[in-house]
């Protein structure tokens, strides 16, 4: 079984650029999660969608992040203008069931690493 | 106060010796307690989960989890060389999203 695959593996772009990352989750898991570790810092909650809807977005830092997840399947993080405290390590991670609450496990992806210059 | 704290590290260890790590939260309702481990440049990979008090054990692994402390601890016994790593602890508070501490990296001495 595929596990959660992020997509780019790294990425270097400009302030004031775009840039739109990927994740596909583990096939079957209705839910998706996105995280950040910043240089120094813990790895820390971004958002979590169940199927395509968004549940909990509220460690989303601003509204120069938008999450989608169209059809319930993979999901995109776009940071729109980026900033030079946008830089770190985006970590996507998938559960299977959302009714299991606390034991459900989450299965984490690679990450992707974004450097803004 | 950070929501989960973890001893700061690095730690070394000879190989075959006990690692000890150790983990205190800040949420006394929190419900569930994970450890993940982080080679360089990997994904977190989940290598125990706790849920209720006492110690629970798996191959080289033990978890020990105490909510009257708050604290949660992982013990590898035997330490390998493939055992050097980052261990994240990792706690769901009363939702869904795991609260991380900043982990603590192992390094096993052959």
């Known amino acids: 079984e595929a596990g959660v695959t992020q997509f780019p593996s790294h990425s270097v772009i400009e302030k004031g650029q775009t840039v739109t990352l990927r994740c596909d989750p583990i096939?079957?898991?209705?839910?998706l999660y996105w995280y950040r570790r910043v240089m120094g810092k813990e790895i820390k909650f971004l958002l979590h969608?169940?199927?395509?809807?968004?549940?909990?977005e509220s460690g989303m830092p601003n509204n120069r992040f938008l999450a989608e997840r169209t059809g319930g399947t993979y999901s995109t993080l776009k940071v729109q203008p980026a900033e030079l405290e946008d830089s770190g390590v985006y970590f996507c991670?998938?559960?299977?069931?959302?009714?299991?609450?606390?034991?459900?496990?989450?299965?984490f992806g690679p990450g992707t690493r974004l450097t803004v210059l | 106060q950070k929501e989960v704290e973890q001893n700061s590290g690095p730690l070394s260890v000879p190989e075959g010796a006990i690692a000890s790590l150790n983990c205190t939260y800040s949420d006394r309702v929190s419900q569930s307690f994970f450890w993940y481990r982080q080679y360089s440049g990997k994904s977190p990979e989940l290598i125990m989960s706790i849920y209720s008090n006492g110690d629970k054990e798996d191959g080289r692994f033990t978890a020990q989890l105490n909510k009257a402390s708050q604290y949660v601890s992982l013990l590898i016994r035997d330490s390998q060389p493939s055992d050097s790593a980052t261990y994240l602890c990792a706690v769901i508070p009363s939702d869904y999203k795991l609260s991380f501490g900043a982990g603590t990296t192992v390094t096993v001495r052959a």
């Open positions: 991670a998938s559960s299977q069931d959302p009714t299991s609450g606390y034991t459900d496990t989450q299965y």
């Open positions: 096939s079957g898991h209705d839910n």
């Open positions: 969608f169940v199927k395509e809807s968004k549940q909990d």
